[in-house]
């Protein structure tokens, strides 16, 4: 019976292209297969590797519950699961790609809200004049509790963002927001601008492996051969 190396790659996007050409700089080519939704590929000339294409955050659920060895995905996804999850998982090693910040946005005319001090000033003025608290829309319900909390910021409440979050200030969803960001582009053309303490994480892609696993055989020379 073959001992497979299982390894998630993400599915889609210019993450999935950077970390096909970073396994191809390793002298692991991918061979994809030829029909458009097969989620599975294999390596050139190593039958005991197999890969599967995952979306970035299922890639961190799968480390953790032991069905992937190895796999590639954001910092910001594994920062933002559950503890229990993250105890189970190793940063093998950071990589040269996959760079965006997650940060805390308003809106351009928000303009007496320059830091998170400010906001907190915001926060009880909504919360005295509308008896409602400031909402913060946001696909990292963790992460932005966990960042608002330790500056103080008390006065708040979470909007899980399912899409576009940059929109929800303005459709009435939200007052501000988090979100991830590589450049800054897509918030400053939704009149947006990140606050100048608001950086709550600089998030890269990383190699990863699960703990439990760390002794399979042939994981180690893997792992040692894609951290070279």
Same mark, same amino acid.
């Given at each position: 019976?073959?001992?497979?190396?299982?390894?998630?790659?993400? &599915?889609?996007?210019?993450?999935?292209?950077?970390?096909?050409?970073?396994?191809?700089?390793?002298?692991?080519?991918?061979?994809?297969?030829?029909?458009?939704?097969? $989620?599975?590929?294999?390596?050139?000339?190593?039958?005991?590797?197999?890969?599967? $294409?995952?979306?970035?955050?299922?890639?961190?659920?799968?480390?953790?519950?032991? @069905?992937?060895?190895?796999?590639?995905?954001?910092?910001?996804?594994?920062?933002?699961?559950?503890?229990?999850?993250?105890?189970? !998982?190793? !940063?093998?090693?950071?990589?040269? /790609?996959? +760079? #965006?910040?997650?940060?805390?946005?308003?809106?351009?005319?928000? !303009?007496?809200?320059?830091?998170? #001090?400010?906001?907190?000033?915001?926060?009880?003025?909504?919360?005295?004049?509308?008896?409602?608290?400031?909402?913060?829309?946001?696909? $990292?319900?963790?992460?932005?509790?966990?960042?608002?909390?330790?500056?103080?910021?008390?006065?708040?409440?979470?909007?899980?963002?399912?899409?576009?979050?940059?929109? $929800?200030? /303005? @459709?009435? +969803? +939200?007052?501000?927001? &988090?979100?991830?960001? +590589? @450049?800054?582009?897509?918030?400053?053309?939704?009149?947006?601008?990140?606050?100048?303490?608001?950086? !709550?994480?600089? &998030?890269?892609?990383?190699?990863?492996?699960?703990?439990?696993? &760390?002794?399979?055989?042939?994981?180690?020379?893997?792992?040692?051969?894609?951290?070279?």
């Amino acid at each position: 019976m073959i001992n497979f190396i299982t390894i998630g790659l993400p &599915s889609k996007g210019r993450l999935k292209e950077k970390a096909l050409e970073f396994f191809n700089d390793k002298n692991l080519k991918v061979l994809q297969s030829n029909k458009e939704r097969n $989620y599975f590929a294999t390596i050139e000339n190593n039958t005991n590797i197999k890969i599967i $294409y995952l979306h970035a955050k299922e890639i961190i659920q799968r480390l953790g519950d032991g @069905t992937l060895d190895i796999g590639i995905s954001g910092l910001d996804l594994l920062n933002e699961s559950e503890k229990n999850l993250q105890d189970k !998982i190793s !940063i093998k090693q950071k990589l040269a /790609f996959g +760079s #965006a910040n997650l940060v805390v946005a308003v809106p351009d005319d928000w !303009i007496d809200v320059q830091t998170i #001090a400010d906001l907190e000033e915001v926060a009880f003025d909504i919360r005295s004049k509308r008896n409602t608290r400031l909402r913060v829309a946001t696909k $990292y319900p963790n992460l932005t509790r966990e960042f608002l909390f330790s500056k103080g910021v008390t006065q708040f409440k979470l909007v899980p963002s399912l899409g576009a979050t940059e929109v $929800y200030p /303005f @459709t009435g +969803s +939200s007052e501000i927001l &988090s979100d991830i960001t +590589s @450049t800054g582009e897509t918030l400053r053309a939704n009149n947006l601008r990140v606050l100048k303490d608001g950086n !709550i994480l600089k &998030s890269t892609a990383i190699l990863m492996f699960n703990k439990k696993l &760390s002794n399979k055989k042939g994981l180690k020379k893997i792992l040692n051969l894609l951290s070279s």
